[in-house]
């Protein structure tokens, strides 16, 4: 959440804003929504969480690897996975080559522990998405990638799913079925709300258990907010009160 300051933060905007800046409000803002999970874990398992949003653009990948960051740094170990086999990023956000990950997994039938990369904060590692597949849909869908979360929720305190918008494919409405739980990503001013609204719908209908809503890339003075100097800022808040407002 938001605190008073007076000073104008630095701009951040590398993609990595967790790691390369640890002590700017973004970064503090991914912490606050690892807090938000941890407490969103305490009567219900929660190892596996899938980010996604309605529409394209709207801070999936970003979200992702900064909380991906926030996590490893408090700890635990944590398995970054892009299952967003259609316009995968998360192997360029980290600097990876992309030759293997969760496609070769999947069809090798490896674990995603053996499949996945070090990268150079500790405790963290990240599944690529591999050689895009021509049925993405199929793939993340599959049995054998219900099994191989199962499994790697063994493996890791936790594991974070970035996925493709809701709103063109299957994909995401997938992932939310077989994982513990979901944080959809909205892009402040910039999306509807009768599509995220329409979004939160299909999640549910999957039984995907909302965890939250992260706004992201509020204009803090366009939309009014009296902390002027916070380039993020996250709002987290149950479903019931999401559709409320
Ligand atoms: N909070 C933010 N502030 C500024 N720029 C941001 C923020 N979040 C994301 N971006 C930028 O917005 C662009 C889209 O972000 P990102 O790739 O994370 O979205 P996405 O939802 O994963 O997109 P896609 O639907 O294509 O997978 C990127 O250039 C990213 O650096
Ligand atoms: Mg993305």
């Known amino acids: 959440m938001a605190k008073r300051g007076k000073a104008a933060a630095p701009s951040t905007a590398a993609p990595l804003v967790a790691h390369a800046d640890p002590k700017s409000p973004a970064a503090e803002a991914y912490r606050s929504l690892r807090t938000s999970i941890q407490f969103a874990g305490l009567d219900h398992k929660c190892r596996t969480v899938v980010v996604t949003s309605s529409s394209p653009g709207e801070g999936k990948s970003t979200t992702v690897a900064n909380f991906g960051v926030v996590s490893a740094q408090a700890g635990s170990r944590v398995l ?47 599944l690529t998405s591999g050689p895009l597949p021509p049925n993405p849909a199929e793939l993340v869908g599959s049995l054998r990638m219900r099994e191989c979360l199962e499994a790697a929720a063994g493996d890791f305190a936790l594991v974070l799913l ?14 939310s079925a077989v994982a513990d739980g979901v944080v959809l990503v909205v892009r402040a001013g910039k999306i509807p709300h009768e599509v995220v609204r329409r979004a939160v719908v299909q999640i549910e209908s999957v039984k995907g258990r909302i965890l939250g809503v992260l706004m992201n890339s509020v204009n803090l003075k366009r939309d009014g907010y009296y902390y002027d100097y916070y380039r993020y800022y996250h709002s987290y808040y149950s479903p019931t009160e999401s559709r409320r407002r």
């Open 162 to 175: 970035d996925s493709p918008p809701i709103v063109s494919v299957a994909d995401a409405l997938a992932l």
């Open 80 to 126: 970054v996975v892009d299952s967003d086999l259609r316009r995968p990023t998360l192997h360029r956000i980290f600097g990876l080559g992309n030759a293997r990950g969760l496609s070769t997994a999947l069809l090798e039938e490896q674990p995603f522990a053996d499949v996945a990369q070090a990268t150079a904060i500790p405790n963290l590692s990240v």
